[in-house]
């Protein structure tokens, strides 16, 4: 009974931020490594930013230019992604992920939600 939820996506202009959240149960949280991925139409799934298992470690996507940040709150079994200053080409369905290494790969992750859309406009 593993529920991962996310929330915060939507429709915003190209230079706007959002923030997405992915609430858990179910789960130990603590014991996994938290990721986020997304899917752009036509395309395979790719990794967008993971969070070590005490939050202080992260590791992004080469492609995101330090424009996101993935953080963690273990009080509320929550993940969360910033984004900021988006842009048309991070339009796609974002999906949280738990899993058992500090990885961007899908494979490593046993867990996902069931997505949540963004959708950036010019």
């Known amino acids: 009974q593993v529920q991962m939820v996310e929330s915060g996506g939507g429709l915003v202009q190209a230079g706007e931020s959002l923030r997405l959240s992915c609430t858990t149960s179910?789960?130990?949280?603590?014991?996994?490594?938290m990721a986020w991925f997304r899917q752009a139409p036509g395309k395979g799934r790719e990794g967008v930013a993971c969070?070590?298992?005490?939050?202080?470690?992260?590791r992004y996507g080469d492609s995101l230019e330090g424009r996101f940040t993935i953080s963690k709150d273990s009080a509320k079994n929550a993940l969360y992604l910033e984004m900021n200053s988006l842009k048309p080409e991070d339009t796609a369905m974002y999906y949280c992920?738990?899993?058992?290494?500090?990885?961007?790969?899908?494979?490593?992750?046993?867990?996902w939600g069931q997505g949540t859309k963004v959708t950036v406009s010019s």
């Open positions: 179910g789960l130990n949280f603590d014991d996994y490594y």
């Open positions: 969070i070590s298992r005490a939050g202080r470690g992260r």
């Open positions: 992920a738990a899993g058992g290494r500090f990885s961007l790969d899908e494979g490593d992750f046993s867990y």
